[in-house]
């Protein structure tokens, strides 16, 4: 009798692609100067939330014979987004780090620019200018990263495990 492959094994191999997707998306976004748009926001978002999707059909078709419950599609969109994650703040850390670390510079740019926008006193955007310092370096990104990704992640998991669940007939609940 053949064996089904673990719930752990197939979501490290869906969420390795995933991870591997999405950083090409980001390097694409990246080489075309429109990385800090809606656009991008969008198009990641639609992006994960159509590899999660995937992730969970094939599943179901390919692991569990046609059948699944909405807690195992949860389950391997969660856990694949998790991989994901992992490889995308890995990515991050080597982009921040090695490639363009810019990057940071531009968003403290940013940062500071909008609390002027808003008119914040001199004083206050010194203290958030500091404390922003201390959270935006690769490491700290790419930690960030990683839990944002993740929760999203999960939260497009709970959203697709409703279209990818289906019942097995022969069982009754």
Do not use: C, W
């Not at 990246?30 to 059909?57: A, E, F, K, M, R």
């Amino acid at each position: 009798m053949e064996e089904k492959p673990s719930l752990l094994k197939s979501a490290m191999n869906y969420g390795a692609m995933l991870g591997i997707v999405l950083i090409a998306v980001s390097l694409i976004f990246y080489l075309l100067d429109i990385t800090d748009s809606t656009i991008s926001t969008i198009t990641t978002s639609v992006v994960t939330l159509g590899g999660i999707y995937y992730i969970q059909s094939h599943y179901r078709m390919n692991v569990l014979g046609g059948y699944m419950s909405y807690g195992e599609a949860l389950g391997v969109g969660a856990v694949s987004m998790i991989f994901a994650s992992v490889i995308s703040a890995f990515y991050l850390y080597i982009f921040l780090t090695f490639i363009d670390a810019s990057q940071i510079d531009i968003a403290m740019e940013q940062a500071y620019n909008d609390m002027v926008e808003r008119g914040m006193e001199e004083e206050q955007i010194n203290q958030a200018m500091e404390f922003s310092t201390m959270l935006m370096t690769p490491g700290m990104m790419a930690v960030m990263g990683f839990l944002g990704s993740a929760f999203f992640g999960f939260i497009f998991s709970l959203i697709t495990s409703i279209f990818t669940k289906k019942q097995d007939p022969s069982i009754i609940e």
